[in-house]
């Protein structure tokens, strides 16, 4: 079955980095759009960024944008979320998702919690002096 784990989250000064990995099993990632999002407490899950592996189009949402890349390093089954730059409005649980390619919608929908089939179970970015 289709199962994704994230690593990777830690407690970081601001202007620090962080790198999270998701690691994939139980399905071809290669017709899977990937996804990062969070959740911070008392807030809404919000989409961070994603990455469409049939093409490697990705996709950031505005205040992440500059700050952190998503990859996947050649044919592996992990994905990367590598954030520089870490502001305290970073902080928030963060999660990595999987949706078959060709139940996406619409690209205006790639970075909606909704559209995504299968989630991780979290792990925990704090960016904090």
């Known amino acids: 079955q289709v199962q994704l784990v994230e690593s990777g989250g830690d407690l970081v000064r601001p202007g620090g980095s962080l790198r999270l990995s998701c690691a994939t099993s139980g399905f071809t990632l290669d017709d899977y759009v990937i996804g990062w999002f969070r959740q911070a407490p008392g807030k809404e899950r919000e989409g961070v960024s994603c990455?469409?592996?049939?093409?490697?189009?990705?996709y950031y949402a505005n205040s992440v944008r500059g700050r952190f890349t998503i990859s996947r390093e050649n044919a592996d089954t992990m994905v990367y979320l590598q954030m520089n730059s870490l502001k305290p409005e970073d902080t928030a649980v963060y999660y990595c998702?999987?949706?078959?390619?060709?139940?996406?919608?619409?690209?205006?929908?790639?970075?909606?919690?909704?559209?995504?089939?299968?989630w991780g179970q979290g792990t925990q970015v704090t960016v904090s002096s």
């Open positions: 990455l469409s592996m049939v093409d490697g189009i990705t």
């Open positions: 998702a999987a949706v078959p390619i060709p139940h996406v919608r619409a690209i205006q929908f790639v970075l909606h919690p909704q559209t995504y089939e299968y």
